[in-house]
């Protein structure tokens, strides 16, 4: 298990690391992206961690391992729940069938390793 979360960790740096790389390249673009990300994440009327479980929702739906990883990091940041988590990724299990479903295994693999 504790290998298992090691390496969910080293994925999420490296995540990071090449994000990182694209915003050194093109930081105008980047920044541009950080505000709408920000600015979509605000509490509001929908707490910032169930946007962010949201997004991993369509993360597993869209069958993106990197965006999983960055956006449980980010709804476990903001205090979300394991239950929760497994209620939202349903949604995605329902929109997006068999492929659905194995991303969402993969972003609870996530939530509990990180």
Same mark, same amino acid.
């Given at each position: 298990?504790?290998?298992k979360?090691?390496?969910?960790?080293?994925?999420?740096?490296?995540?990071?690391?090449?994000?990182?790389?694209?915003?050194?390249?093109?930081?105008?673009?980047?920044?541009?992206?950080? +505000?709408? @990300?920000? @600015?979509?994440?605000?509490?509001?009327?929908? @707490?910032?961690?169930?946007?962010?479980?949201?997004?991993? +929702?369509? &993360? &597993?739906?869209r069958?993106?391992?990197?965006?999983?990883?960055?956006?449980? &990091?980010?709804?476990?940041?903001?205090?979300?729940?394991?239950?929760?988590?497994?209620?939202?990724?349903?949604?995605?299990?329902?929109? @997006?069938?068999?492929?659905? &479903?194995?991303?969402?295994?993969k972003?609870?693999?996530?939530?509990?390793?990180?």
């Amino acid at each position: 298990m504790r290998e298992k979360m090691t390496a969910s960790k080293q994925k999420l740096a490296e995540v990071n690391t090449r994000l990182l790389g694209l915003f050194k390249a093109d930081q105008k673009t980047m920044m541009a992206f950080k +505000s709408l @990300s920000d @600015s979509a994440v605000r509490e509001g009327n929908v @707490s910032a961690a169930m946007k962010e479980l949201i997004a991993v +929702s369509i &993360a &597993a739906a869209r069958g993106c391992d990197d965006c999983i990883l960055f956006h449980v &990091a980010e709804a476990k940041k903001h205090g979300a729940q394991r239950d929760t988590l497994i209620e939202v990724i349903a949604i995605a299990v329902e929109m @997006s069938g068999g492929p659905g &479903a194995v991303y969402a295994a993969k972003a609870l693999d996530a939530f509990d390793n990180l």
